[in-house]
């Protein structure tokens, strides 16, 4: 017995195509090129403190960090642990005296940026 074996009409071949769509390799591979060329570095995107009566407040924030992240805050000279991985934190001070305020942001590639303030306590009441 005999079979015969017709081609596909180009219509079901394209309904067929659309139906389960299979990328080609070389579309992968050029996808995959540009997202990673366009990665976003460690950025101090703003840091502030704000000085209040016998207080500051004091803010950083940034873009582009690999996870994890550390902040570190320095008051004087001096890391201060209680402050760690706070992005937002409240530093007691003494009217009239000068303070010099640090904020190490650094990320899990080793990348790290520098918030430095040295703002003069404010007297008055709270």
Do not use: K
């Not at 009409?9 to 389960?20: Q, R």
């Not at 201060?80 to 000068?98: K, L, M, N």
Request: glycine share 8%; aromatic share 8%.
């Amino acid at each position: 017995m005999r079979t015969s074996y017709g081609l596909v009409p180009p219509a079901v071949l394209a309904i067929g195509l659309l139906l389960c769509p299979v990328a080609p390799a070389s579309a992968a591979a050029t996808t995959a090129g540009p997202a990673t060329a366009t990665a976003v570095a460690l950025t101090l995107d703003e840091g502030s403190c704000e000085p209040l009566a016998r207080r500051f407040l004091c803010s950083v924030s940034y873009t582009g960090a690999i996870a994890p992240v550390a902040i570190r805050w320095f008051v004087n000279g001096g890391c201060i642990p209680a402050y760690d991985d706070r992005s937002f934190v409240g530093i007691g001070c003494q009217p009239t005296v000068r303070y010099d305020i640090r904020a190490m942001i650094s990320d899990a590639t080793g990348a790290s940026v520098e918030y430095h303030t040295t703002p003069v306590c404010r007297s008055g009441n709270p």
